[in-house]
Every structure is written in C-alpha cells, then in structure tokens.
C-alpha cells in the first residue's frame, strides 16, 4: 500500500476513528490529504496543474476559443494570486472553494506556485481542444 491513494485511504481511516475534539489526529490527517494531493517530482506537479488547466478551461470557459480561454485564464489567475493567494490562501490546508474557479486556482498555485502566461496557458490548452 503505497501511493497518493493509499495517504488519501489513511487519512479516511483516522477521520472515522476521531471523536469530535483530538486537534493533532484531524491535522495529521489533513496533512496526509495534502501529501496525497501533492505528486512528488515536480514533472508530476506541471502535470497535474496542466491538467487543472484543461479542466478549468473545459468547465468555466466551454464555448470560447482557445486563445479566449487562455487569456480569461491567465488573467484571473494572475488576479487570485495577487489576492486572496498571497494575504491567506496559500497557508490553508483545504481548498477554501472546491466547486468555484478560485478553488481551482488554490488547487493550481497549491500544485505549482509560479506565475504562468497567456502563451503558456494556450500551448497547454491547443492540443485538448478543437476550434
């Protein structure tokens, strides 16, 4: 057993034994979430962003073009890091908002926190998507 999977079934297995109040075993837990989360090298972590990209873009940017989707992309990214990333963000062990655009941008940043542009974003982009 070995692996992001089996962090991720760990950490399950602690949060089903913990009675309401034990601080140190709910944060051992997040931690395993977060070591799960995390690909080791960090080819592994350009992967998964890459592959955040494409769902950002797919999700909140269906019908655009390519190069549309990339700029609107790249610019609210750019915007949440200079924002929310910086001042809090970046120190949560939980995605503040899974099921919105910033929660992926977490996701992202969380992955890979390095700026990325319009041209990047595209290049990442082009070969997933027909327009």
């Not at 890459?50 to 549309?68: H, M, N, P």
Request: hydrophobic share 40%.
């Amino acid at each position: 057993m070995s692996g992001p999977a089996a962090l991720q079934r760990v950490a399950a297995m602690l949060r089903a034994q913990i009675r309401p109040s034990p601080d140190d075993a709910i944060a051992a837990a997040d931690a395993l979430d977060e070591l799960a989360r995390a690909p080791r090298s960090h080819k592994e972590r350009l992967e998964a962003r890459d592959a955040l990209i494409r769902t950002v873009s797919g999700k909140f940017y269906e019908g655009q073009t390519t190069w549309a989707a990339a700029c609107g992309i790249a610019k609210g990214l750019s915007s949440y890091r200079s924002r929310a990333w910086l001042r809090v963000e970046s120190d949560l062990h939980q995605n503040p908002d899974p099921l919105k655009i910033a929660g992926f941008f977490w996701e992202i940043l969380k992955l890979v926190d390095e700026p990325i542009g319009e041209r990047q974003i595209y290049r990442i982009l082009k070969n997933n998507r027909s327009d």
